[in-house]
C-alpha cells in the first residue's frame, strides 16, 4: 500500500494527515508549532508514522502548506493554504452537499474562500493584519478569563442576558477591555459570549467580501469551539457545515493533492 502525507504548518499548530491509496485518512494528528517549526513538524510527522505502524518509505509523496510550509525540506512539493483548504474542504464536506463558501479561523489570521459549483477557488479574502477574528484573540481572551479555550464554547451557552459587547479590534486592547468589564462585575461566561458574538460579526464581514453562497463550511482550530459556531450561525441565520475534524482540513487537502502529485509525477516518467 502507498501512502499520501499532508502537513500543515500553521502559525499556532501543525496538523498532519495521512491518507491511502483510496484516500481514507489512516492516521492524523496536531500538535503546536512553538518556536521550531521545522524540528515539530518532523518530529510529529515521524511519531504519526510510527502509531499507524508504517514505516518512512511507505510515504511516497509529501505536500506542505500552511505559513512555514517552505520549511519542510522533505516535501516534494509545497501548496498554498487556500489551494489546500478548497481541496480538503470539498472532501472532508462531501455529506453537506456543495460547498459554495470556506470560513476559515486559524492562530493568527481568517479568511474567506468562494468556490464555484465545481469546487475551483473563485476569490478569497483574508485578514491577517490583526489579531481580531482569529484564534489568537480567543487564547489571549481565555488565558485572561483564566479558562482553557476548550471550555470557551460550555462558557458561552451558560451566558445569562444579551452578550456584552466587546469593541477592541485588537488583542492587547481586548484585554483591557475584559479586565474593564471583570472589574464591572459582568460574569466570565457573559464576556465570552460577547467575544463571540463580536468575532462572528468580524468574520462574517470578511465573508460577505466573496459571496455567502450554498453550503457554508467552518473550519480552523475554532471551529471545535461550539459556542463560536453557535454565534456565527445567530449571525448568519443558518447552519453551517462543520466536519468531525475541523483543524485537518488544509492538512487533508494537503494530502490529497499529494495522491494526485504521485499519480502526476509517476505517468510523467513513464512518458520520458
Ligand atoms: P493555524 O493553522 O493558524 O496554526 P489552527 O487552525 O490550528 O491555526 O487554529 C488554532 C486555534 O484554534 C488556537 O489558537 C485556538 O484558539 C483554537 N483551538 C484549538 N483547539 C481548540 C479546541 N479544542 N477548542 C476551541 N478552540 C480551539
Known amino acids: 500500500m502507498l501512502y499520501y502525507a499532508g502537513i ?6 501543525i496538523k498532519i494527515v495521512i491518507i491511502d491509496e483510496d484516500a481514507n485518512i489512516v492516521g492524523q494528528k496536531v500538535s503546536g508549532s512553538g518556536s521550531m517549526f521545522y524540528k515539530y513538524a518532523k518530529e ?3 511519531q504519526l508514522v510510527q502509531d499507524i505502524g508504517i514505516t518512512p518509505n ?4 509529501i505536500v506542505s502548506t500552511g505559513y512555514g510550509r517552505k520549511l519542510f525540506k522533505e516535501a516534494d512539493e509545497t501548496i498554498s493554504e487556500i489551494t489546500a483548504n478548497a481541496f480538503g474542504a470539498v472532501k472532508a464536506g462531501e455529506s453537506f452537499g456543495t460547498i459554495r463558501t470556506i470560513i476559515n479561523i486559524g492562530g493568527q489570521d481568517s479568511k474567506a474562500i468562494g468556490l464555484d459549483e465545481h469546487g475551483h ?23 485572561k478569563l ?3 479555550v476548550e471550555e470557551l464554547g460550555e462558557c458561552h451557552f451558560n451566558a445569562s442576558g444579551t452578550p456584552l459587547s466587546i469593541n477592541s479590534t485588537c488583542a492587547v486592547f481586548a484585554e ?3 479586565i474593564g468589564l471583570l472589574g464591572n462585575e459582568h460574569s466570565k461566561e457573559d464576556i465570552v459570549a460577547g467575544i463571540h458574538f463580536s468575532i462572528a460579526k468580524r468574520i462574517i464581514r470578511l465573508a460577505k467580501k466573496v459571496g455567502l453562497n450554498g453550503v457554508i463550511y467552518f473550519d480552523g482550530g475554532p471551529a471545535l469551539n461550539a459556542g463560536l459556531v453557535a454565534a456565527i450561525e445567530d449571525e448568519l441565520g443558518c447552519e453551517l457545515a462543520i466536519p ?6 488544509t492538512a487533508l487537502g494537503a494530502a490529497m493533492l499529494a495522491k494526485e502529485g504521485y499519480s502526476y509525477s509517476v505517468s510523467k516518467e513513464l512518458q520520458e
Open 58 to 61: 511507505d510515504i511516497v509523496y
Open 146 to 148: 483564566e479558562i482553557d
Open 44 to 46: 510529529s510527522l515521524a
Open 121 to 143: 477557488v473563485v476569490n478569497f479574502a483574508m485578514n491577517d493584519r490583526c489579531a481580531a477574528g482569529t484564534g489568537k484573540f480567543l487564547d489571549v481572551a481565555a488565558a
Open 8 to 13: 500543515d504548518i500553521g502559525s499556532t499548530a
Open 176 to 178: 483591557s477591555e475584559i
Open 244 to 249: 468531525e475534524y475541523p483543524q485537518i482540513t
